[in-house]
T-cell receptor
Framework: AQKITQTQPGMFVQEKEAVTLDCTYD???????LFWYKQPSSGEMIFLIY??????QNATEGRYSLNFQKARKSANLVISASQLGDSAMYFC???????????FGTGTSLTVIP | DTAVSQTPKYLVTQMGNDKSIKCEQN?????MYWYKQDSKKFLKIMFS???????INETVPNRFSPKSPDKAHLNLHINSLELGDSAVYFC????????????????FGPGTRLTVL
């Protein structure tokens, strides 16, 4: 069963605008972690932001914030003030309660338009 | 200092050959992983080791054999390479939940682009 769903294969955003990348997850465990990674065209995987299932506040890291809606099982990534360098693949991932496995979504390709 | 390193970065080989990819992490992590990323960018877990013990072994052909000589190294050996093995292979590591909590992210190596001709 798919644990992480990213329904947007590709997204476009105008430079300096904000963009939301969707991620929904599936788990019945109370303890889990949600992660977002960026993969630019150069290929490396870059960790962006983390949200724990017990965290009361939405996580923020600079221009990245995570819109965590636990009841809806969604963990959308919001990128504010998009820059050309934000053009990349973005992966949502979940770490399960055993902590040993990370489940990745299929990714969203973001293109920032000047 | 590179946290997770992989060698080689590029690997071009003929069908039927045997090849290995090496991975080393200097982060002191307990858990290491191998992922395969295909041309559509799907990231698929292949194996995971925790303190040198195999803990995740997804459905991959038994031509793929991971080896962990110590907890800082996880190598991937592939026998009888096939065209469909062409992909980017990522090694990753993370701190174990027991020692670091669930919030520790995975650190990825730079990837090895394998091309089978």
């Amino acid at each position: 069963a798919q644990k992480i769903t990213q329904t947007q294969p590709g997204m476009f955003v105008q430079e300096k605008e904000a963009v939301t990348l969707d991620c929904t997850y599936d788990t019945s465990d109370p303890s889990y972690g949600l992660f977002w990674y960026k993969q630019p065209s150069s290929g490396e995987m870059i960790f962006l932001i983390y949200q724990g299932s017990y965290d009361q506040q939405n996580a923020t890291e600079g221009r990245y914030s995570l819109n965590f809606q636990k009841a809806r099982k969604s963990a959308n990534l919001v990128i504010s003030a998009s820059q050309l360098g934000d053009s990349a693949m973005y992966f949502c991932a979940m770490r399960d309660y055993t902590g040993n496995q990370f489940y990745f979504g299929t990714g969203t390709s973001l293109t920032v338009i000047p | 200092d590179t946290a997770v390193s992989q060698t080689p970065k590029y690997l071009v080989t003929q069908m039927g050959n045997d090849k290995s990819i090496k991975c080393e992490q200097n982060l002191g992590h307990d858990t290491m992983y191998w992922y395969k990323q295909d041309s559509k960018k799907f990231l698929k877990i292949m194996f995971s080791y925790n303190n040198k013990e195999l803990i995740i072994n997804e459905t991959v052909p038994n031509r793929f054999s991971p080896k962990s000589p110590d907890k800082a190294h996880l190598n991937l050996h592939i026998n009888s390479l096939e065209l469909g093995d062409s992909a980017v292979y990522f090694c990753a590591s993370s701190q174990d939940v027991a020692s670091g909590g669930i919030g520790n992210e995975q650190f990825f190596g730079p990837g090895t682009r394998l091309t089978v001709l």
